[in-house]
């Protein structure tokens, strides 16, 4: 049997009872997996990572290491709110890596999204191989992947935790325990597993983060501006009280300009485009009809406040045709 293929029978975990016997389930398939040896996992404070952190906590506690890398690709703030939860307010085994210069310069002048991936996702396993030679007895890589991310990986896209694995990875293995989970179940298991709301509810971030919604070859302005106006549409959508009502938000700075003017002067600027989906389970995913005057208000600062930039669009695609992420 194909163990990335969700199995008919598996039922749809969506109550505490269900999820508490995939909790169980997977506690003591990690530990005949890992037995008594060390796990280093990526954690990058996301949905899926959390879950797995806090579930491999439980199962195998202290043979944990969880790292935080920094890759220059995080949203405005995010390894330090990374480094309060975990470190000190859940007392987590944490080491954190500020490797933003080391990524940044292997992804100068790369345009294609899936080298883009390939590359991120390769030094994520090489950041992880050098930290597990520092420590003893790393033996398992662990990994948040989803089923979606299986699915997406056969003639959609590679995903960081599936694609771009590096071929010598010099890991005994891979502990995957919510690879056969939809992003809703992850959810119902992180509330059974006790993790905060905050948390639990947080919305998905891919593994190659801005990476992936800087579109095109990745330029230090065009990263800049993305960060800041992802930051804008965030207090923005908080403050409107749709940060629980829509499933995931964010901006998207592609590699192109356009024809603006600021002062009574003509510029070249960046655009950026909105991106607001619905979803249940990420396979499909509809765009939300956000109220005019907080688009408005969104594009009012970020125009303002956000260098380099002279539009603002909202980009009304479902998924499908369109995928959530812009590559």
Sequence with gaps: MDSNKRPETMLRINTKELADAFIAEQVAAVREQVGDKKVLLALSGGVDSSVVAALLIKAIGKQLVCVHVNHGLMRKGESEQVIEVFHDGLDANLIYIDATERFLTKLENVSDPETKRKIIGGEFIRVFEEEARKLEGISFLAQGTIYPDIVESHGVKAHHNVGGLPEDMHFEGLVEPIKLLYKDEVRVVGRALGLPAGMVDRQPFPGPGLGVRCTGAITRDRLAALRESDAILREEFDRASLTGKVWQFFTVVPDFRSTGVRE?????????????????????????????AVLKRITQRILAEVPGVCRVLYDLSPKAPATIEWE
């Design 264 to 292: 009574g002067k003509r510029v070249f600027d960046w655009p950026v485009i909105i991106r607001a989906v619905n979803t249940v389970d990420a396979m499909t995913a509809t765009v939300p009809e956000i109220d005019w």
